[in-house]
């Protein structure tokens, strides 16, 4: 269920709100941008990266950060155990702290909203243990949906060949020898997005979740957590959200010294006509036209793999045509027919400007 805007908790300020800029949270959305989000920051980094890690690191990479669903995504959940700032290296004393079973629970515990306890079940399942029916119905539901190399790839995890020490081996590596340099030339982007989403805290809490993240819609239940904003370069144009009992993390894109001195006006016109000259993204309007739906339902309807329909979401977000409201840690995504109304209006009006 949407929530509406003038539900009573958006109108009060944060009581407990943290602006970061985090190298941590960034090094993880680098790997991604890097192998299989389509990122067009820099559409280089996976050569670079295969030429200058160790082999055993370039086999962690591909593993966690490659295929239907880049499991190393889903470490963005351990950076809720860490207090702002989150550090690389607080983020790799959490994983060392952590046994082999929660880690790989953690990192399954958002794969499919279908299978809440998938990491139970496939602990199960690779030990040979009996499940319960039910147990045994969601396993078959979700085997059937992914292909039998990611179920292998599961298995893999499961039986410890790739685990949170090489893991944490595989993020440090990265750093040191790629992502450092790489770090220090963006932090000043991302101090002055920080700054900027900063001056915007004494909003309510609506006018600041609409003010950082358009086209996102959050339940109350947001509003009375302590909540975390912090930005991303590597990560655009991607919104990020993780949320625990107690905190909720949200990564916004921020923009480029180029984008920002872009007129308004164009860019949402050259995101607008950009967005729609794809063909996965006309079908993926004709499907959120008959009702809203998660990422993964988009995946298997089109035979996608579930990074690329993140990356036509992203666009068509961006863009303006879809929205994307949290429900019970998932991101449902539903068509703004208002959109088609403002960008005919938008267009009109600029090509008759004098």
């Not at 805007?5 to 790997?31: N, Y």
């Not at 499961?158 to 993020?171: A, D, K, R």
Request: hydrophobic fraction near 40%; proline fraction near 6%.
């Amino acid at each position: 269920m949407r929530v509406r805007e003038e539900h009573p908790l958006f109108f009060k300020k944060f009581d407990r709100l943290e602006i970061e800029v985090s190298p941590a949270s960034e090094l993880i959305l680098s790997l991604f941008s890097a192998y299989g989000a389509r990122s067009e920051t820099h559409p280089t980094w996976s050569r670079s990266l295969k030429r200058k890690l160790s082999p055993a690191a370039r086999k962690s990479l591909k593993f966690f950060f490659e295929g239907e669903i880049q499991l190393g995504l889903n470490s963005l959940r351990f950076l809720l155990a860490l207090k702002p700032p989150r550090s690389l290296d607080a983020l790799l004393t959490h994983l060392s702290s952590l046994t082999f079973t929660d880690f790989v629970r953690i990192l399954l515990s958002k794969v499919d909203p279908g299978v809440p306890l998938l990491g139970d079940i496939i602990f199960k399942i690779f030990a040979q243990k009996p499940l319960s029916e039910p147990e045994r119905a969601q396993w078959d539901d979700f085997a059937g949906r992914y292909s039998r190399n990611f179920v292998q790839n599961l298995k893999q995890l499961v039986e410890g060949e790739f685990n949170q020490i090489s893991f944490g081996q595989l993020l440090s590596e990265c750093w040191t020898d790629f992502f450092q340099g790489e770090y220090l030339q963006i932090f000043p982007l991302l101090e002055k997005e920080a700054a900027k989403i900063s001056s915007w805290a004494d909003l309510r809490r609506m006018e600041f979740l609409s003010r950082i993240s358009p086209g996102l819609s959050f339940s109350p239940n947001v509003s009375e957590k302590s909540l975390t904003v912090s930005p991303t370069f590597y990560g655009r144009p991607y919104f990020f959200t993780q949320e625990s009992e107690a905190s909720f993390l949200l990564i916004v894109p921020a923009l480029s010294p180029e984008e920002s001195l872009i007129d308004s006006t164009k860019a949402s016109l050259f995101y607008a006509f950009k967005s729609l000259g794809d063909l996965t993204r006309i079908e993926i309007l004709r499907l959120l036209n008959q009702r809203p739906m998660y990422a993964m339902e988009i995946a298997r309807a089109l035979s996608l793999s579930h990074p690329t329909v993140l990356h036509h979401l992203a666009s068509l977000r961006a863009a303006g045509f879809v929205e994307s409201e949290l429900r019970e840690g998932n991101n449902y995504y539903r068509l703004i027919p208002a959109r088609w109304e403002e960008l005919y209006r938008e267009f009109r009006e600029f090509l008759t400007k004098v």
